[in-house]
């Protein structure tokens, strides 16, 4: 149970700091630690990517 509400936690945290990062609305702090989550793996860049994607296409 736990780690399933550690998940969503984390879950919830990277969207609202990443829609912030594309949306240029980071403070520094914030975007250092996007830009450091990013560097971690390919996985969190095609993250981030999709999640573009579907801002997007949601304008």
Known sequence: MYNTVYDRNIMIWESNILLKFLFGKCS???AGEVKVW???SEHNKQTLLQLK?????QL
């Open 38 to 40: 990013l560097s971690e």
């Open 53 to 57: 994607s579907n801002v997007i296409n």
């Open 28 to 30: 520094e702090k914030e």
